[in-house]
């Protein structure tokens, strides 16, 4: 079976924008010029209708003054001309059953089927009649105009006049073509105008375009030299705002690497350095037992950080999932007491864990809480001087269980505080690392629909709330 190829052209915006003005002045101009040609085809046919309406009403009015005693048939074989003499129009006249009984020009048709106008006058009683079309004996369209001829409050017989419309539509069209030339040279100029405005509009989109694709090539420090409020002009400020967050991000990328980079690095030496030590025949017991802790501790600390690196990986891709199950605070609490209590004993700090729902089951992935909370009271330490305080509290506040990590540290800058759960941010502090502690912390609590809050002053300390629905 042979495959039928669809080729889809894709005009560009300049294009596209011609032909939308061009179609709206088009359609525009002929809705007008058909409009002002109705208006005055009606205008005129009115006009010669109402014309003949005037001379069949002054032929009634002479009928009706002057022979009102005589039947209509008389009338027309002794007073014929009264019908006709004040008008250059074919007249007929018509008995209340539609017979013909005369025409001015001799035309002897007696089809009531070709007189629409004295039909509807006969069966419809309408006090007039109007039709327009074609007859035989003409070469072009005619009008006729009907009247009842009523005397004495009775009608007698019908009167009609007939008049070719030659002169009145070449009339008419002396009046509308110069409008139709008229209409043709304003389109001539509205192509002209929506070229020029087409290019006016297109012209920024294009420089946006130019700057876009330096920026796509690599270039982030280049922006967009529009002004305005328009669309466009707010196009490019976001364009370049994307911009400013790309180079901003793409430097914290480099910083997360170099950091990471370096925290690995530190493990590493330390590991091979001591390898070289206990390889030597002059190591003795005492030394061999401190360089192997120390490799099982630097060992452990590079676990630990391709760990975090491998979760903060999953959070970030969209891979990571939720393994929820009822757990016990009180068990929690335990947990937390019994990992840090150690560590706040030998850093001469004081760390206290306050509930009030210690014997309450929640509903959470409970290896993803601990890796939040000891990464939050990981920082607490490491912020806070010797002698500091740390505080966790476990608080149930209208159907969200809010577990708060404070303490009297060196606090967090105004600088540093909005942007600290960014991915790859490095506050300025020295004891910053590597960026991702807090940004795993938002994505695990993202993912139990949670929240996370940080209050800090600088040199005061700091507050992170994490709230989960339960």
Request: one cysteine or more; aromatic letters at 8%.
């Amino acid at each position: 079976m042979e495959r039928i190829k669809i080729k889809i052209k894709i005009k560009s915006i300049k294009g596209i924008l011609i032909e939308s003005f061009l179609a709206v002045i088009l359609s525009t101009t002929l809705i007008l010029d058909f409009m002002m040609a109705i208006f005055v085809k009606k205008y005129n046919y009115n006009d010669i209708e109402e014309l003949l309406k005037n001379q069949i009403n002054i032929a009634i009015n002479f009928y009706e003054k002057y022979f009102p005693t005589s039947s209509l048939e008389e009338n027309i074989y002794d007073n014929v001309d009264i019908f006709w003499n004040q008008t250059n129009a074919e007249v007929q006249i018509f008995n209340m059953n539609g017979e013909l009984l005369m025409d001015s020009i001799g035309v002897n048709d007696n089809n009531i089927d070709s007189y629409p106008d004295i039909k509807n006058i006969i069966n419809n009683k309408a006090e007039s009649g109007r039709w327009i079309g074609k007859k035989s004996y003409y070469d072009y369209s005619v009008m006729s105009v009907s009247k009842p001829i009523n005397i004495n409050g009775k009608n007698i017989g019908i009167i009609r006049y007939t008049i070719s419309l030659k002169s009145v539509d070449e009339s008419i069209k002396e009046i509308v073509l110069p409008f139709i030339f008229i209409s043709v040279f304003s389109v001539l100029i509205g192509i002209v105008l929506s070229i020029i405005i087409a290019k006016r509009i297109v012209k920024p989109i294009k420089d946006v375009n130019k700057v876009a694709e330096k920026m796509a090539s690599g270039n982030l420090k280049i922006r967009n030299n529009i002004k305005g409020e328009d669309e466009i002009s707010q196009l490019a400020k976001t364009l370049d705002y994307m911009a400013g967050e790309l180079d901003e991000r793409e430097k914290m990328k480099n910083e997360f690497i170099s950091s990471v980079s370096h925290e690995l690095r530190t493990p590493l030496t330390a590991i091979k350095g001591w390898v070289i030590t206990l390889d030597s025949d002059e190591t003795d017991k005492e030394t061999l037992g401190l360089g192997l802790k120390i490799i099982e501790n630097e060992t452990e600390r590079l676990a630990s950080m391709v760990e975090e690196l491998l979760s903060f990986s999953s959070l970030v891709n969209g891979r990571a999932t939720l393994r929820k199950s009822k757990i016990l605070i009180k068990d929690l609490i335990l947990y937390l007491d019994t990992y840090m209590s150690e560590r706040a004993i030998r850093e001469n700090k004081t760390l206290t864990i306050e509930s009030n729902m210690e014997n309450e089951f929640v509903n959470i992935d409970i290896d993803k809480i601990k890796q939040v909370l000891i990464n939050l009271i990981d920082n607490a330490f490491k912020f806070t001087e010797t002698k500091g305080k740390i505080k966790v509290e476990f608080m149930r506040i209208n159907g969200f269980m809010n577990i708060t990590v404070s303490d009297n540290g060196c606090g967090i800058s105004e600088t540093d505080l909005p942007r600290v759960t960014e991915k790859f941010y490095k506050g300025k502090n020295a004891k910053s690392q590597n960026g991702i502690g807090l940004s795993i912390c938002d994505e695990i609590t993202k993912l139990h629909k949670g929240t996370l809050n940080i209050e800090s002053k600088e040199n005061e300390g700091t507050k992170i709330t994490v709230s989960i629905p339960i």
